[in-house]
């Protein structure tokens, strides 16, 4: 039975950067844990007391057997599985051991049955609602995750450095689950290195520090349990929780020089469509903004624009073609346009202005085409557009090859070249996103209304996501997205900037940016499919002005890549043993799209329970060495892959099983 301590002061100091809310922790010298242990008369425990503990393979076959058994028919029935342990009352090893693998098969489950919970523990002779409520605090702890500043199923144990591997190997197993060594003394100098880091590194070949490992706890393990049970013994200087080294701000993670100011990208949780791109994504996602022209040779567009098709529709060259923006000397009228394209198309991560939503993490899978239909500014300085100019941009950029068309622009009544220029976006699957407009009415603006056309309203920067002042609002918007507040890219130079920019204008190509990093990972993707996982990914705003939710690309194209990934499959090719007992395993992971965990199960029997004895990274990954094996055993493994979504991850069926007996 594990056990408990009477408690360990812990100390660690909390630095919060300004702008990072780093979190930093400063650890206890063993000298001051020894004097604790010994102020409070905590108890100690030795390796040697290890081996007391009850162990499944010190059980006979038959035992073993049985309760292997009560774990795989736990899944059928909690009545049954009670039932084949209550054969063995009379041995409280055995009820203990099998508790635990039914309770794990439970609580290891995506979704966890209850009434079967209830129904083992009702129908087994021996109570054990400690123990589920031991598995129900970790579980709870596991699901509020988000909002705790430490890892919930994982812990930091600092051994002594006397402390041999097996030592190791023994305490973690009698008090969690698995580890993985962070720090050792095993120290060897890469000889690839230059001389001059190779003498600086020879400091470090005498030296020899404590160890530190990274441990995964039981199911049934709380944080601060499991640093309890591990402070018990006298080889542990310290246990504590795996903390978040993390920023919660996205613009610390890039270089861009205003990047502290895209707090708009936080807001929408883009960082999180960035990381899904970069495991899964294409790179030739078009999206035409008609707007009023873009200054193309602006710094912060290095590689975004596709040239070929930027062109001013209201101008024609000598051979009767659209005059392209590129071999115009001014292409563009106000700054409007210019402001639009740099929301989606700024290079990110280049050390210099702003990044862009559809170019995070210095991807290319968006790219823009910048169309002209703007034909010069009125006395006021307001940008000259007829409809009919918007509407032959919006044709023209369904030609082109564009998926997604922003449009940045708005009329006050439905006209019927607006219907056709749209019809035929529909007609093509190529996504129209207009903006609801800056009157701050309830009024309806076009083509924003149309149906097939998806509008945005505009939200301020305000943690409550509160309408914008000047947006238009009603139940005809369908999505809103951060409205104010922008640092844009200007058209004044190619190297400026223009700051606190607002309008609804700002908010449509956010929105735009984000179905273009869906269709990256799934160019596939009807329109109706965006607009569905586009609508029901969105962060409720429980607002009396909007009846639609507000932008959350990090979901939208999680889920967008999961349409896909839900029909992948993972094959276990082959089992190879190896000398010293191990066994290298092989998959295929060519018909599994973008995985990005890898998760390794092994059991000694194959409707036994399996173990995940490994997570890996699924980015090219496609081996695996299993260790410290027995001879003479047989060894099943099954493997499944994880991309994430939401707050955790979703998951492939389970490769088939295969086997090997090791000679």
Same mark, same amino acid.
């Not at 950067?17 to 930093?24: V, W």
């Not at 162990?55 to 599985?81: P, T, V």
């Not at 004044?492 to 190509?509: F, H, M, N, R, V």
């Not at 099954?638 to 007996?661: Q, R």
């Given at each position: 039975?594990?056990?408990?301590?009477?408690?360990? !002061?812990?100390?660690?100091? /909390?630095?919060?950067?300004?702008?990072?809310?780093?979190?930093?922790?400063?650890?206890?010298?063993?000298?001051?844990?020894?004097? +604790?242990?010994?102020?409070?008369?905590?108890?100690?425990?030795?390796?040697?007391?290890?081996?007391?503990?009850? *162990?499944?393979?010190? !059980?006979?076959?038959?035992?073993?057997?049985? #309760?292997?058994?009560?774990?795989?028919?736990?899944?059928?029935?909690?009545?049954?599985?009670?039932?084949?342990?209550?054969?063995?009352?009379?041995?409280?090893?055995?009820?203990?051991?099998?508790?635990?693998?039914?309770?794990?098969?439970?609580?290891?489950?995506?979704? /966890?049955?209850?009434?079967?919970?209830?129904?083992?523990?009702?129908?087994?002779?021996?109570?054990?609602?400690?123990? #589920?409520?031991?598995?129900?605090?970790?579980?709870?702890?596991?699901?509020?995750?988000? %909002?705790?500043?430490?890892?919930?199923?994982?812990?930091?144990?600092?051994?002594?450095?006397?402390?041999?591997?097996?030592?190791?190997?023994?305490?973690?197993?009698?008090? $969690?689950?698995?580890?993985?060594? +962070?720090?050792?003394?095993?120290?060897?100098?890469?000889?690839?290195?230059?001389?001059?880091?190779?003498?600086? /590194?020879?400091?470090?070949?005498?030296?020899?520090?404590?160890?530190?490992?990274?441990?995964?706890?039981?199911?049934?393990?709380?944080?601060?349990?499991?640093?309890?049970?591990?402070?018990?013994?006298?080889?542990?200087?310290?246990?504590?929780?795996?903390?978040?080294?993390?920023?919660?701000?996205?613009?610390?993670?890039?270089?861009?020089?205003?990047?502290?100011?895209?707090?708009?990208?936080?807001?929408?949780?883009?960082?999180?469509?960035?990381?899904?791109? $970069?495991?899964?994504?294409?790179?030739?996602?078009?999206?035409?903004?008609?707007?009023?022209?873009?200054?193309?040779?602006?710094?912060?567009?290095?590689? &975004?624009?596709?040239?070929?098709?930027?062109?001013?529709?209201?101008?024609?060259?000598?051979?009767?073609?659209?005059?392209?923006?590129?071999?115009?000397? *001014?292409?563009?009228?106000?700054?409007?346009?210019?402001?639009?394209?740099?929301?989606?198309?700024?290079?990110?991560?280049?050390?210099? &202005?702003?990044?862009?939503?559809?170019?995070?993490?210095?991807?290319?899978?968006?790219?823009?085409?910048? +169309? *002209?239909?703007?034909?010069?500014?009125?006395?006021?300085?307001?940008?000259?557009?007829?409809?009919?100019?918007?509407?032959?941009?919006?044709?023209?950029?369904?030609?082109?090859?564009?998926?997604?068309?922003?449009?940045? /622009?708005?009329?006050?009544?439905?006209?019927?070249?607006?219907?056709?220029?749209?019809?035929?976006?529909?007609?093509?699957?190529?996504?129209?996103?207009?903006?609801?407009?800056?009157?701050?009415?309830?009024?309806?603006?076009?083509?924003?209304?149309?149906?097939?056309?998806?509008?945005?309203?505009?939200?301020?920067?305000?943690?409550?996501?509160?309408?914008?002042?000047?947006?238009?609002?009603?139940?005809?918007?369908?999505?809103?997205?951060?409205?104010?507040?922008?640092?844009?890219?200007?058209?004044?130079?190619?190297?400026?900037?223009?700051?606190? @920019?607002?309008?609804?204008?700002?908010?449509?190509?956010?929105?735009?940016?984000?179905?273009?990093?869906?269709?990256?990972?799934?160019?596939?993707?009807?329109?109706?499919?965006?607009?569905?996982?586009?609508?029901?990914?969105?962060?409720?705003?429980?607002?009396?002005?909007?009846?639609?939710?507000?932008?959350?690309?990090?979901?939208?194209?999680?889920?967008?890549?999961?349409?896909?990934?839900? %029909?992948?499959?993972?094959?276990?090719?082959?089992?190879?043993?190896?000398?010293?007992?191990?066994?290298?395993?092989?998959?295929?992971?060519?018909?599994?799209?973008?995985?990005?965990?890898?998760?390794?199960?092994?059991?000694?029997?194959?409707?036994?329970?399996?173990?995940?004895?490994?997570?890996?990274?699924?980015?090219?990954? $496609?081996?695996?060495?299993?260790?410290?094996?027995?001879?003479?055993?047989?060894?099943?493994? *099954?493997?499944?892959?994880?991309?994430?979504?939401?707050?955790?991850?979703?998951?492939?069926?389970?490769? @088939?099983?295969?086997?090997?007996?090791?000679?």
């Amino acid at each position: 039975m594990k056990r408990k301590i009477l408690g360990i !002061l812990l100390v660690c100091t /909390l630095v919060i950067a300004n702008f990072g809310n780093l979190f930093y922790f400063q650890t206890i010298e063993a000298a001051q844990v020894s004097e +604790i242990k010994e102020n409070y008369d905590i108890t100690s425990m030795s390796i040697d007391e290890v081996s007391k503990k009850p *162990k499944l393979e010190d !059980l006979s076959e038959y035992k073993k057997d049985a #309760i292997d058994y009560a774990a795989f028919i736990a899944e059928e029935s909690g009545k049954e599985a009670a039932e084949t342990l209550n054969q063995f009352d009379e041995d409280n090893n055995v009820v203990e051991l099998g508790v635990k693998e039914v309770l794990d098969t439970y609580y290891s489950a995506e979704t /966890l049955d209850e009434e079967a919970v209830s129904e083992f523990s009702a129908n087994l002779d021996t109570d054990i609602e400690e123990n #589920i409520e031991k598995y129900e605090d970790a579980r709870q702890e596991r699901e509020n995750e988000d %909002n705790l500043d430490y890892i919930t199923d994982e812990g930091i144990v600092v051994f002594d450095k006397e402390t041999s591997k097996e030592d190791i190997d023994q305490v973690v197993n009698y008090v $969690s689950d698995s580890y993985e060594i +962070i720090i050792d003394n095993n120290y060897e100098i890469d000889t690839s290195l230059s001389e001059r880091k190779q003498k600086r /590194l020879k400091a470090l070949e005498n030296y020899k520090g404590n160890i530190v490992v990274r441990v995964n706890l039981d199911l049934d393990q709380t944080a601060a349990e499991a640093i309890e049970e591990y402070e018990v013994f006298d080889c542990v200087i310290e246990a504590q929780e795996n903390l978040k080294c993390k920023s919660n701000a996205l613009s610390t993670k890039l270089n861009d020089a205003n990047a502290k100011e895209l707090w708009y990208l936080d807001r929408c949780k883009f960082q999180a469509a960035w990381d899904t791109v $970069s495991t899964a994504g294409c790179d030739d996602i078009w999206i035409g903004v008609v707007d009023s022209g873009c200054r193309i040779t602006h710094q912060d567009f290095s590689g &975004g624009i596709v040239s070929k098709y930027a062109v001013d529709i209201t101008k024609k060259d000598s051979n009767g073609r659209y005059k392209k923006l590129e071999d115009m000397k *001014k292409p563009f009228d106000s700054e409007h346009g210019t402001f639009a394209a740099g929301v989606i198309a700024a290079k990110a991560n280049n050390c210099i &202005g702003i990044a862009g939503a559809g170019r995070g993490w210095n991807n290319n899978s968006c790219r823009i085409i910048p +169309i *002209k239909v703007s034909k010069g500014l009125n006395t006021n300085g307001e940008d000259i557009i007829k409809l009919s100019d918007m509407c032959k941009g919006i044709d023209y950029a369904i030609k082109s090859g564009a998926e997604i068309i922003n449009v940045s /622009l708005s009329y006050p009544s439905l006209r019927s070249c607006e219907v056709e220029a749209i019809e035929r976006a529909e007609a093509a699957e190529v996504v129209v996103v207009a903006s609801a407009g800056n009157y701050g009415t309830s009024a309806k603006r076009y083509p924003a209304a149309m149906d097939y056309v998806i509008a945005v309203g505009g939200t301020n920067n305000s943690t409550a996501n509160n309408k914008a002042y000047f947006s238009n609002y009603g139940s005809w918007v369908n999505i809103a997205a951060p409205a104010t507040n922008y640092i844009c890219t200007s058209s004044e130079s190619d190297s400026s900037y223009s700051k606190e @920019e607002d309008g609804t204008s700002l908010a449509t190509p956010l929105v735009s940016s984000a179905i273009g990093l869906m269709l990256s990972v799934n160019p596939d993707l009807s329109v109706s499919q965006i607009k569905k996982i586009l609508y029901s990914s969105a962060i409720d705003l429980k607002s009396s002005y909007f009846s639609c939710g507000l932008l959350n690309a990090g979901l939208s194209v999680q889920k967008a890549k999961y349409e896909i990934f839900k %029909n992948s499959v993972v094959r276990l090719t082959g089992l190879e043993q190896l000398s010293g007992n191990r066994v290298k395993l092989k998959w295929n992971n060519l018909n599994v799209y973008g995985p990005e965990r890898v998760l390794i199960y092994r059991s000694v029997s194959k409707n036994g329970k399996y173990e995940n004895i490994k997570s890996i990274s699924g980015d090219g990954s $496609s081996t695996y060495i299993d260790s410290n094996l027995t001879t003479g055993k047989t060894y099943y493994y *099954k493997i499944k892959v994880a991309m994430k979504y939401g707050g955790g991850y979703k998951f492939t069926p389970y490769s @088939e099983i295969k086997s090997i007996k090791l000679k």
